[in-house]
């Protein structure tokens, strides 16, 4: 079964702080990789994403990075602020299978006052 | 905007009964999708399909069935629900490799 496996499960940063979150994928054809935010109560929405021929890119304080030869991907978010106290989940899917986006399990990120 | 509609938004159901969820979108999107979300397990993969009148098995489809009648509208069947199927569910539509937009969920709780 395709696995998406994102760490850590939970995390806990001061305002103004970097938060860095990790994902890593086994699947070689998956080729786009989104990361998707979830505030309680809500439905999970787009944040940033990535497509395999790109190593970084950047919205404002997300920064989401890529690493073929590694398989893995990170979301980093400098100036953390607890308006960023949410869940997110990192994604992929593929050309060849692209009716099925498989996510990652989810971080819970608390960002402290 | 992109938007997709689910009905109804909190659902109390007897076990034995029968569940069914509705979603709506308005986005001209081919692929729909069913998740449930549970506290460990993330969003997994109930049902989906690429166009109205398909549906095909997502990563745990016993016990649900899914319908998709038009474009527009994708179902999720509880044909006899159980405690289990306690959860929030959540559906979404998308194209191949573009962003997937999500409903507001239903939270689902089986008696």
């Known amino acids: 079964q395709q696995q998406v496996r994102q760490s850590p499960q939970s995390l806990t940063v001061w305002e103004g702080g970097t938060t860095v979150l990790t994902c890593s994928y086994e699947?070689?054809?998956?080729?786009?990789f989104p990361w998707y935010q979830q505030f309680p109560g809500e439905g999970p929405a787009l944040l940033i994403s990535?497509?395999?021929?790109?190593d970084k890119k950047e919205d404002g304080r997300f920064t989401t990075f890529f690493n073929k030869r590694e398989k893995k991907l990170s979301l980093h978010i400098i100036d953390s602020q607890p308006g960023d106290s949410a869940t997110y989940f990192c994604a992929a899917s593929d050309d060849t299978n692209a009716y099925k986006v498989i996510f990652g399990k989810g971080t819970h990120l608390h960002v402290l006052p | 905007e992109a938007a997709v509609t689910q009905s109804p938004r909190n659902k109390v159901a007897v076990t034995g009964g029968k569940v069914t969820l509705s979603c709506n979108q308005t986005n001209n999107h081919n692929n729909m999708y069913w998740y449930r979300q549970d506290t460990g397990h993330g969003l997994r993969l109930i049902h989906y399909s690429y166009g109205a009148g398909s549906t095909e098995k997502g990563d745990i489809p016993d016990g649900y069935k899914a319908s998709r009648p038009s474009q527009e509208n994708f179902s999720l069947i509880l044909e006899l629900a159980t405690p289990s199927q306690t959860s929030v569910y959540f559906c979404a539509s998308g194209d191949e490799n573009t962003e997937v937009f999500f409903g507001k969920g239903t939270r689902l709780t089986v008696v």
């Open positions: 699947d070689s054809t998956f080729n786009y």
């Open positions: 990535i497509l395999s021929v790109s």
